[in-house]
């Protein structure tokens, strides 16, 4: 009985020992499963002994063969960044989208830019006149093409060029043999006509001959362009050449009217910037060296070229603008000679946003509307801006305290009105650009266009004013004056534009 006690007790221990490690055998199943599972992996190497089915494999080796393809992208990658970079240039060129820009001053005010270039470099490089394009040089927006484009982008019209033909027209019918005009006795020319009215002074022939000669320049006449007053432009550049005394001067030893000598270095300026003729450069060289020694030690000009201290910022002006007109043909002006018209035009120039005529003699102090547009003009060619303060108020004075008018012509001394004030604010203010321009230019045409002469041998010129200074220049004057000043849309580029470029 004992025997079988412990028999079934130990049977029972082991029964309930192998009960309770039963659980266990199964991790060790799992992890040879799991084992067993990585040597199924390998059993592909049993598959090359058939012969049917190591086909797929290679139908999968070829698979991978596919991306091999796409590893040629690699070689495609030089040629992509070319094709792209010879894309981008092909369009880098044409551009068209500035283009479009340029075209929106058609609809848009003019702008101001705030840079402002020294003396005359407001400009672009010296080049022909005539060009298609605005910018195609200095005066390249007197060519045929970019006149029209001008004059629809600055306000010009058919009426203003219908005038300027007919006073270029007048003007070439009243010029002398020798090619110059005679401020007292054009008349002559006034065969089987009545005569026109109005005689000037024979001391300013030879100014009233440059503003012919520019009158015809600034339409695109020139000697080396075919034209219907290449003839007429050829004669007069040879008489004012002629003219020229041995020091380089345009007036007679110890005349006080340097005006001539000024407006006459203005004309070759031109003619040399539209056809480079190594005669007319030498001939304002010569010219430029005679201004230099006449300059006064306040940095602007007299009547004379004696040392005065007088500074006539009306005679300065137009020395600025022939020294402007002589850069933009690219000749250098002395950095001293630019420092001491800069230091001039800002004493002229007051707060207020008037000019001084002199500082000395002869109507020192006098204050007008002609003053304010002479020293606002000279302020923007001397780098000036016109968003400063006393600009502003120029602006103001000329734009609303004195509009071109007509009638006030008669009344000089108490308004200042005159061709060459019209002329004057007319320049300054196309620099400007703008609501003002636009504004002041509807107010020009209305009252200019309205004065020329249409009747008979007398039409396309303008009367002379009644006052001093219509009596000086007479109708060769007042005609070549009235024509510049309707030539203002395309004569020069803005001074806003070439800062912009």
Known sequence: MSVSIVFHLTVGLLLITWLFEKPTPPQ????????????????????????????????KKKEPEKPAEKPVKPRPQKKPPVKEIARVEKKAPPKPKPKREKS????????????????????????????????????GSRGRDAKLVALQRYGGNGRTENAVDMGLRWLAAHQDS??????????????????????GLVEFDLGTSALATLAFLGSGHSPNKEGPYRRHVTKALQNLVDAQSGIGSFHPAGDKYFYNHALVTLA????YAMTRDPGYKDSLKSALEYTFSSQQPGGGWDYTTAKTGRNDLSITGWQVMALRAAEKAGIPIPAKIRQNVSHFINRAFTRGGYGIYAN??????????????????SHLYSGGISADSRARKAISH???????????????????????YWYAATLA???????????????LQRTTLPLQRRDAHISGSWDPEPSW????????????????????????RPVFTSRKS
């Open 268 to 271: 070759i300026a031109e003619a």
């Open 360 to 377: 000395i003699g002869t109507e020192a102090g006098r204050k007008g509307a002609n003053m304010v547009a002479v020293a606002l003009l």
């Open 469 to 492: 200074i219509g009596r000086s220049g007479g109708r060769i004057y007042s005609t070549a004056i009235n024509v510049l000043t309707l030539e203002v849309y395309y004569r020069y």
């Open 398 to 420: 000329l734009v609303q305290g004195n509009p071109p008018e007509g009638k006030k012509l008669v009344n000089w001394e108490l308004n200042y009105q005159s061709y060459y």
């Open 104 to 139: 929106r001053p058609d609809t848009r005010s003019l702008r101001q830019f705030r840079k402002a270039p020294p003396l005359g470099l407001g400009a672009s490089p010296p080049g022909l006149a005539g060009g298609s394009k605005i910018g195609g040089g200095a005066l």
């Open 28 to 59: 060790p199943r799992e992890f040879i499963v799991s084992i067993r599972l990585a040597p199924k992996k390998l059993p592909p190497e049993k598959k090359p002994g058939e012969t049917d089915k190591p086909q797929p494999v290679e139908q």
């Open 429 to 443: 203010l196309f620099n400007v650009g703008g609501k003002t321009w636009e504004a002041w230019n509807t107010l």
């Open 178 to 199: 020798d090619g110059g005009w005679d401020a007292k006795d054009y008349q002559r020319h006034c065969r089987n006509h009545p005569k026109c009215k109005g005689q």
